[in-house]
C-alpha cells in the first residue's frame, strides 16, 4: 500500500471519529427519559416492594451496558432499594458507582459522581445523619448541573429541595423543586408533576407567596380528587390549603377548607391529621372571635396529644387556649398555659412557632391593656426570631466551608488526573519516535493533533483574557468598601435592562434605604466605625435577598435595593423582615457596639410604560417621607387603580399613589 493511500486512510478514520465523537451527546431534547430509565421506573411500579430488588439485579446486565445517565440512575436506584431493604449489598453499590466513575472520564464520570453522591446520602439518611446526607446532595447537585441524566437529575433536585425546606432554606428549596417539575412536565409524567407542585407549595407559603401556593394547592387537590387518591394524602392536602388561607387571613375560606380535611382524616380514621386539623381550624376560630368553639376544639385536641404523648401538639393546643384567655383579659389563666407550651416547643425544636405565638401574645396583652407583659412578650419574640435567623445563618456558613473544601479535593483529583495524562502523552510520543522510521504515514496525523493542542491552548488563553477582562469589567461596578454595586453599574447596565421590561408583565419593587443617623455615628466615634457599620449594614440586606436581587450604594449612607416580587402583600413582608435584619443585633466594631435603624421608601411596579428613572424620583419622595415621619420605618406607595397608573401620559407624581406605612411595632 502506497504512502498516500496509508495517509487517506488514516484521515479517514480520524474524520470519523471525530464525527461519531461530536454527535455523541447531541439530544433534542436534554430532558426527556431514557428507554432504560423508563424500564426502571416500571419495575418500581408493577413489583412489590419485597420483590423489587430481585427485579432490578435480573437486568443488571443490560442496565450498565446502557448509556451513563440509565446506568448511573439504576445504581442509584438499586442502592435505595439495598438502603429500604437493609441488606448489605448497599455498599457494593455504592462501590460500583466509585468504580464506573474512576474508569470513565469527563460527562460520564460527573453523571457517575453524582450517583455516587446520591448513594453515599441514602446510606447517611438511613443512619439518621441527615447532615451530611444534605451535604451530599448538595455535592451531587453540582455533578449533574448541564448533564444528560433526566430522571437522575430529577430525584436529586426533588431530594435536595425537601432537604431544603426541612432546613427552612426555602428560597434554595423553590429553585431545586421547580427543575425538578421542568422535568416531570417535559416527560408528561402527571404523578411526578403534581407531587412537586405539592412540595412547591410549602416553600411558597413561607416565603408569603400565597397567591402562587393557593393556585398549586388547588391545581394538586383537583387532581388528588380526579385520582381518587387515599383519604390520608386527601387530608394532607386539604390541611396544607387551609394553613395558606389562615395565613393569608381568610379565615371563613379556612374553616371551610379545613373541614374537608377532617371529612377525609376522619374516613382515614387517622387521630394524628384529625387533631392536626382541628389545631388549626381552632386558630381560625379564634381568628373570628369565636372564641368558646376555639377552646373547646383546643381541648379535644389537648385530650388526644395527652393521651397519645404528642408533645407538639401539646404545646400547640395550650398556645391557643392561652391566647383566647388573652384576649378574653384572663391572663391569670393563660401565664400557666404560656410556660408550659414554651417548654414543651423548646423541648420539641419548635422556635419558629414558638415566635409566632409570642407574637400573637404581645398584640393581645397589648389590645387588654397590659402593656409591660406586652413588651416582655414582644422582647421574647424579636430573641426566638434572632435565635431562628443566627441558626440559619451558621448552617449556611458551615455549608460553604463544606462545598469550598470539596471543590478544592475535586481541584486536586482533577489536577493529579491531568498530570497522569500528560505522562502517558509523553510516553506515547517516546513509543512513536523509537518506530518512526516505519510510521511516517502517520506524520500527518500527529501534525492535526499538534494542531488541535495548539488550538486549545490558544483558546483557554482566550478564556483566560476573557474571564479577567470581566473581572475588571466587574470592578468597575462595584463599591470598593461595601462591596453593593455602585451607581456606574445602575446607570450603564440595571437601567437599561430594566427599560426594557417597561410595558411588561415583570414586577419588582423598588426599596430606596437610608441609615438614620448616620453622620452622628461618623461624628461620635471616627469614619473607621462608620464604615464598619456600613459594611455590616450591606452583609445583613445581602442575607435577606436573593441572586436576582440588586444592591446598589447609591452614595454615603443611601442605598438602593431593587428586587423581582409577586405583589404588595409579599413586598410589606418583605420589608418588615427586612427591618428586623437591620435594627435585630448591634454592629461590633473595634471599640464600640453600634445599634442601627433604617428609613425605607418603597414602590411597587409591573405593567406599566414608565420609565425606572420616573419611578426612582417618586420612591425618593417615599423615602422623604419615611425620615420625616419619625425614621425606622418603611414608607410604600401603593395604588389601587393601576390602570390610571398605566394610562397616565404625564411624568409620575407621588399624588397619584396612596401611603402604607410599615413599622417593627
Known amino acids: 500500500m502506497s504512502k498516500s493511500r496509508l495517509l487517506n486512510r488514516f484521515l479517514s478514520v480520524i474524520a470519523l471519529l471525530i464525527t461519531f465523537k461530536s454527535g455523541a451527546y447531541e439530544f433534542d431534547n436534554k430532558l426527556l427519559y431514557f428507554p432504560n430509565e423508563v424500564l426502571v421506573n416500571q419495575i418500581l411500579q408493577k413489583h412489590e416492594p419485597k420483590s423489587v430488588l430481585d427485579e432490578l439485579v435480573k437486568v443488571e446486565s443490560r442496565m450498565l451496558d446502557s448509556n451513563s445517565a440509565s446506568a448511573a440512575y439504576y445504581l442509584a436506584t438499586r442502592c435505595y432499594q439495598e438502603n429500604l431493604d437493609k441488606v448489605p449489598e448497599a455498599q457494593r453499590t455504592s462501590h460500583a458507582l466509585f468504580s464506573m466513575m474512576i474508569k470513565n472520564s469527563d460527562n460520564d464520570a460527573q453523571i457517575y459522581k453524582a450517583a455516587h453522591q446520591l448513594c453515599l446520602g441514602l446510606d447517611a439518611a438511613y443512619l439518621n445523619k441527615l447532615e451530611e446526607y444534605y451535604q451530599h446532595l448538595q455535592n451531587a447537585v453540582g455533578y449533574i448541573r448541564d448533564q444528560v441524566a433526566p430522571l437522575l437529575t430529577y430525584w436529586i433536585h426533588k431530594q435536595c429541595g425537601i432537604q431544603s425546606q426541612r432546613r427552612n432554606k426555602h428560597l434554595e428549596a423553590l429553585e431545586s423543586l421547580k427543575l425538578a417539575l421542568e422535568i416531570a412536565t417535559a416527560n408528561d409524567d402527571v404523578d411526578r408533576i403534581y407531587t412537586i407542585r405539592g412540595s412547591i407549595v410549602d416553600s411558597e407559603v413561607e416565603l408569603g407567596f400565597f397567591e402562587e401556593a393557593l393556585k398549586n394547592s388547588q391545581s394538586v387537590i383537583e387532581w388528588a380528587e380526579s385520582e381518587k387518591k387515599n383519604p390520608n394524602y386527601l387530608a394532607k392536602l386539604y390541611q396544607a390549603q387551609g394553613y395558606i388561607l389562615l395565613i393569608a387571613l381568610r379565615h371563613e375560606d379556612a374553616v371551610d377548607v379545613l373541614n374537608k380535611g377532617l371529612k377525609n382524616a376522619e374516613k382515614a380514621k387517622n387521630e394524628f391529621w384529625i387533631n392536626t386539623i382541628l389545631s388549626n381550624i381552632a386558630a381560625?376560630?379564634?381568628?373570628?372571635?369565636?372564641?368558646?368553639?376555639?377552646?373547646?376544639?383546643?381541648?379535644?385536641?389537648?385530650?388526644?396529644?395527652?393521651?397519645?404523648?404528642?408533645?407538639?401538639?401539646?404545646?400547640?393546643?395550650?398556645?391557643?387556649?392561652?391566647?383566647?384567655?388573652?384576649?378574653?383579659?384572663?391572663?391569670?389563666?393563660?401565664?400557666?398555659?404560656?410556660?408550659?407550651?414554651?417548654?414543651?416547643?423548646?423541648?420539641?425544636?419548635?422556635?419558629?412557632?414558638?415566635?409566632?405565638?409570642?407574637?400573637?401574645?404581645?398584640?393581645?396583652?397589648?389590645?387588654?391593656?397590659?402593656?409591660?407583659?406586652?413588651?416582655?412578650?414582644?422582647?421574647?419574640?424579636?430573641?426566638?426570631e434572632n435565635e431562628i435567623f443566627n441558626t440559619e445563618r451558621d448552617k449556611s456558613i458551615l455549608e460553604l466551608k463544606n462545598q469550598y473544601e470539596s471543590v478544592q479535593k475535586d481541584g486536586e483529583i482533577k489536577r493529579l488526573s491531568e498530570m497522569n495524562k500528560r505522562k502517558d502523552l509523553e510516553l506515547k510520543n517516546q513509543n512513536l519516535q523509537q518506530q518512526i522510521w516505519w510510521m511516517g504515514g502517520l506524520i500527518a496525523g500527529l501534525v492535526i493533533i499538534l494542531l488541535g493542542f495548539l488550538y486549545r491552548r490558544q483558546r483557554e488563553r482566550n478564556l483566560l483574557l476573557f474571564d479577567e477582562n470581566k473581572r475588571l469589567d466587574k470592578q468597575n461596578h462595584i463599591d470598593p468598601l461595601t462591596k453593593a454595586y455602585n451607581r456606574r453599574f445602575l446607570t450603564k447596565k440595571l437601567l437599561p435592562r430594566l427599560k426594557l421590561l417597561s410595558g411588561t408583565d415583570t414586577r419588582i419593587t423598588f426599596y430606596s434605604l437610608d441609615l438614620d443617623h448616620f453622620k452622628l455615628i461618623n461624628d461620635t466615634y471616627g469614619h473607621e466605625a462608620g464604615d464598619q457599620v456600613l459594611i455590616d449594614f450591606v452583609q445583613r440586606i445581602k442575607i435577606s435577598c436573593r441572586e436576582n436581587d440588586y444592591l446598589i450604594r447609591m452614595g454615603g449612607e443611601e442605598f438602593l435595593l431593587i428586587i423581582s416580587s409577586s405583589n404588595s402583600v409579599s413586598d410589606s413582608f418583605f420589608a418588615k423582615k427586612l427591618m428586623q435584619i437591620i435594627t435585630g443585633s448591634p454592629i461590633e466594631t473595634t471599640s464600640?457596639?453600634?445599634?442601627?435603624?433604617?428609613?425605607?421608601?418603597?414602590?411597587?411596579?409591573?405593567?406599566?410604560?414608565?420609565?425606572?428613572?420616573?419611578?426612582?424620583?417618586?420612591?425618593?419622595?417615599?423615602?422623604?417621607?419615611?425620615?420625616?415621619?419619625?425614621?425606622?420605618?418603611?414608607?410604600?406607595?401603593?395604588?389601587?387603580?393601576?390602570?390610571?397608573?398605566?394610562?397616565?401620559?404625564?411624568?409620575?407624581?407621588?399624588?397619584?399613589?396612596?401611603?402604607?406605612?410599615?413599622?417593627?411595632?
Open 284 to 384: 381560625a376560630q379564634i381568628r373570628l372571635e369565636k372564641y368558646d368553639e376555639a377552646i373547646a376544639t383546643s381541648e379535644r385536641v389537648l385530650q388526644y396529644s395527652n393521651e397519645n404523648k404528642n408533645d407538639y401538639l401539646k404545646a400547640q393546643s395550650k398556645a391557643l387556649i392561652a391566647t383566647v384567655y388573652l384576649l378574653q383579659d384572663k391572663v391569670d389563666l393563660a401565664q400557666p398555659l404560656i410556660e408550659q407550651s414554651t417548654k414543651q416547643f423548646i423541648e420539641t425544636d419548635q422556635t419558629n412557632s414558638l415566635a409566632q405565638y409570642y407574637g400573637s401574645w404581645s398584640t393581645a396583652l397589648y389590645d387588654t391593656g397590659h402593656y409591660k407583659k406586652a413588651y416582655n412578650a414582644l422582647v421574647k419574640f424579636n430573641e426566638y
Open 592 to 665: 464600640v457596639s453600634i445599634h442601627i435603624s433604617a428609613s425605607i421608601g418603597a414602590i411597587h411596579v409591573g405593567g406599566s410604560n414608565h420609565s425606572p428613572d420616573e419611578y426612582l424620583k417618586v420612591v425618593d419622595q417615599a423615602l422623604y417621607e419615611a425620615k420625616t415621619d419619625g425614621r425606622n420605618r418603611t414608607v410604600f406607595y401603593v395604588t389601587e387603580n393601576q390602570e390610571k397608573i398605566d394610562n397616565y401620559n404625564k411624568p409620575l407624581e407621588a399624588s397619584l399613589f396612596s401611603k402604607v406605612t410599615v413599622t417593627l411595632d
